[in-house]
């Protein structure tokens, strides 16, 4: 599949390795080339601070009609120990506010680290990928993006759940300190 990933920082360096060890065509638009990039792809990824998705759903918001939309962020505050999220909100919840009425946005991979993406994996093990949305057909067109490039997909339900998950993203950037793993952990779900 072919996949848009707007922005050309650590996170889609790691989300664009994971895709494209699947055999997915993977073109990334920086924000600086976002005001002439023509997006065509079936799926796009915001991979860029939550701050910026605003302007940039703005810039391009009619090239994402009818497709599915990735959202990546953690809407930290500017001391990375809360979130700026109105209470009873998500940024995935604020963001599909911003998108055209049939776009379909996916909350997902917040909760993984560039450096985890880049390997695939911690401690052996394939990463975990929460996932959460409204449409069934875009929650499994994602899982499959997920599960094709070695990783484990993981519905976490509607994406009011976005909610829980942006709580869980942040818990692990703050957890980072205290267990001395430098970004180098993941959550896993084990049975």
């Given at each position: 599949?072919?996949?848009?990933?707007?922005?050309?920082?650590?996170?889609?360096?790691?989300?664009?390795?994971?895709?494209?060890?699947?055999?997915?065509?993977?073109?990334?638009?920086?924000?600086?080339?976002?005001?002439?990039?023509?997006?065509?792809?079936?799926?796009?990824?915001?991979?860029?601070?939550?701050?910026?998705?605003?302007?940039?759903?703005?810039?391009?918001?009619?090239?994402?009609?009818?497709?599915?939309?990735?959202?990546?962020?953690?809407?930290?505050?500017?001391?990375?120990?809360?979130?700026?999220?109105?209470?009873?909100?998500?940024?995935?919840?604020?963001?599909?506010?911003?998108?055209?009425?049939?776009?379909?946005?996916?909350?997902?991979?917040?909760?993984?680290?560039?450096?985890?993406?880049?390997?695939?994996?911690?401690?052996?093990?394939?990463?975990?990928?929460?996932?959460?949305?409204?449409?069934?057909?875009?929650?499994?067109?994602?899982?499959?993006?997920?599960?094709?490039?070695?990783?484990?997909?993981?519905?976490?339900?509607?994406?009011?759940?976005?909610?829980?998950?942006?709580?869980?993203?942040?818990?692990g950037i703050m957890l980072q300190d205290t267990l001395g793993t430098n970004f180098g952990s993941a959550w896993k779900i084990l049975s």
């Amino acid at each position: 599949m072919n996949i848009t990933i707007i922005g050309s920082g650590n996170m889609s360096n790691g989300i664009s390795t994971r895709l494209t060890s699947g055999g997915h065509t993977v073109n990334v638009v920086t924000r600086d080339a976002l005001a002439t990039a023509t997006i065509t792809d079936p799926v796009a990824i915001l991979a860029v601070p939550y701050g910026a998705v605003a302007n940039i759903v703005t810039t391009i918001k009619p090239q994402l009609s009818g497709k599915i939309v990735i959202d990546i962020t953690n809407p930290l505050n500017a001391t990375y120990d809360g979130l700026v999220t109105p209470v009873g909100s998500s940024a995935a919840e604020e963001i599909a506010k911003l998108l055209p009425a049939d776009t379909k946005l996916v909350k997902a991979f917040n909760t993984t680290f560039a450096s985890t993406l880049v390997a695939g994996k911690v401690a052996g093990q394939p990463l975990d990928v929460f996932i959460a949305g409204d449409d069934a057909g875009a929650k499994k067109t994602v899982s499959e993006l997920i599960t094709s490039s070695g990783l484990h997909a993981i519905d976490a339900g509607t994406l009011s759940r976005a909610r829980l998950l942006e709580a869980v993203g942040l818990l692990g950037i703050m957890l980072q300190d205290t267990l001395g793993t430098n970004f180098g952990s993941a959550w896993k779900i084990l049975s």
